[in-house]
């Protein structure tokens, strides 16, 4: 039995990428898997892992969540993918401590995490990329799915 395996042209994939707890995983583990196949960055071994499985998946709509060295990826995943949607999850210096001191409460959070803030709005604005909270795209993301209903 054959499996169908879109072709990378046929494959759009979402890029979403953010400071740590920005909320990127919170977004792809909400989405539907009957409409997005998600690849953690967190759970591969490096970018070459990550290209392997979205060339491998067989979906249409991948979410792939990206904490850091986006551009690399983006650039990796373009060589073979021609339909890569980056998306910037931002979210405030407060909402990103929180969140950070609710997952690591005996750790100060670290200042880098808070100025990379800035590098993710630079990216946008370089990029002419989709970018808001990770409540609006999760939003964003399942008005994708429903157009085609992703497989």
Known sequence: MTLFRPKPEEKTI???FGVPCAGKSWVCEQLPP???YYISH???DGHSQILTKAIY???HRLAID????ER???TQ??????NIEPLAIVASQDTIKERYLKRNPNKPVPKNILTRANSILDKVEEWGCWSGSSEEALTYLLKQGDSNNGN
């Open 14 to 16: 979402y890029l979403i």
């Open 34 to 36: 009957e409409d997005f």
């Open 42 to 44: 967190d759970s591969q």
């Open 57 to 59: 998946a067989n979906m």
């Open 66 to 69: 990206c904490p850091f060295n």
């Open 72 to 74: 690399a990826l983006y």
């Open 77 to 82: 995943l373009s060589n073979y993918f021609p």
